[in-house]
């Protein structure tokens, strides 16, 4: 589009966003001002059903720095992202949530570090106000079962509010996976990281868009797509059952030739089907887990697809990056 690119592109997934957009408007207004470099806001609209696009099209119609790209139906948030990693054309990518909980100003932080020679600049949490103490403690309990199951160093307590720079977008836009933990993935590819800390508000309005069921998901999602654990949990667990039920073999052959009383075995009996039973459905379902994983990947789809933008070429600049000055 124009020959300008933008320095830095900040990416915001939105879906049902409508009570948020125009304080978000306004902060990024703020923002935009004080930054001082040449910017775009791209703005991802995950399928939202309420008047989140109308909303987006009413801001970016006076704004060029604004471009949305909205999608044909809801992909989710780890989509939007990837959409959003892959439409930017700056020289850095800032991913951060629309609803100001990661706030506009600690991209200026950020944006330091990246002048200093960082590639990565990820927001780490310090408190954060406003959410409930399950949801505190299931994630805090996730990150860091994730980070002891993974072989790659993952930050504990960050979201995906981050900046990467054009190696690392580079390198992100070649991972095409569908199931995708955009955070992990960031962190496998590497290159020279670094935190800023900062004390995330709750959200401005609105609910979350992550409810349980969504969370469990999410977990699931970034297990399985970094670790195979829970396949080799399965094979460990088989060779302690089988040494136990070495013992619980020689003792039921001693209960019949030796003590001689054989139906008093009725109580081991049925605890021993249960644990057995158990523990393969258990084993049956980590392995339908893998393999659904599977078969979702070979299908080969596109991750998303774009129903509609503006200020924006539908097709994706791909050496956006390549040819930008540096
Ligand atoms: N989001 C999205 N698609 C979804 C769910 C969420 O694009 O299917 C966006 C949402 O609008 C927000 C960000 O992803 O900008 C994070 O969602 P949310 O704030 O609800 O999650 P939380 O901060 O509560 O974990
Ligand atoms: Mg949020």
Redesign the pocket.
């Known amino acids: 589009m124009s020959a300008q690119r933008p320095t830095l592109s900040l990416v915001?997934?939105?879906?049902?966003?409508e009570d948020?957009i125009p304080e978000l408007h306004l902060r990024l207004q703020e923002f935009l001002a004080r930054l001082g470099l040449a910017a775009e806001v791209l703005f991802?609209?995950?399928?939202?059903r309420d008047r989140?696009m109308e909303l987006l099209r009413g801001i970016a119609a006076q704004e060029p720095r604004y471009r949305v790209l909205s999608f044909a139906r809801?992909?989710?948030?780890q989509?939007?992202?990837t959409a959003g990693v892959d439409y930017a054309r700056g020289q850095a990518v800032v991913v951060?949530?629309?609803?100001l909980?990661d706030p506009p100003e600690i991209v200026l932080e950020m944006v330091a570090k990246w002048r200093q020679g960082f590639d990565v600049v990820y927001g780490r949490r310090r408190k954060r106000v406003g959410?409930t103490w399950f949801?505190l403690a299931t994630a805090s309990l996730f990150y860091r079962v994730f980070a002891a199951m993974i072989p790659i160093e993952v930050p504990l307590d960050t979201?995906?509010f981050r900046l990467m720079g054009r190696r690392v977008v580079v390198a992100l836009r070649a991972l095409r996976e569908t199931h995708r933990f955009v955070r992990g993935m960031v962190a496998w590819v590497g290159f020279k990281q670094t935190e800023v800390l900062y004390d995330r508000p709750g959200?401005f309005a609105?609910?979350?868009?992550?409810p349980l069921r969504?969370?469990v998901r999410f977990a699931l999602d970034g297990i399985t797509s970094f670790s195979i654990l829970p396949l080799r949990f399965a094979t460990y667990l088989g060779m302690l059952m089988s040494i136990a039920s070495v013992g619980v073999i020689a003792w039921a052959l001693l209960a019949k030739f030796v003590f001689h009383h054989v139906v008093q075995g009725w109580t081991g009996l049925i605890i021993a089907v249960a644990m057995f039973a158990s523990v393969q459905l258990l084993m049956i379902g980590i392995l339908g887990e893998y393999v659904g994983r599977i078969y979702e990947e070979v299908k080969r789809r596109p991750l998303y697809i774009v129903g509609d933008t503006v200020n924006l070429p539908r097709e994706r600049d791909d050496d956006a990056l390549d040819d930008a000055p540096a």
């Open positions: 915001l997934p939105i879906y049902n966003e948020v991802v609209n995950d399928g939202s989140s809801n992909f989710g948030h989509t939007a992202i951060m949530d629309a609803d909980q959410e949801k979201g995906d959200r609105g609910e979350t868009k992550y969504k969370m």
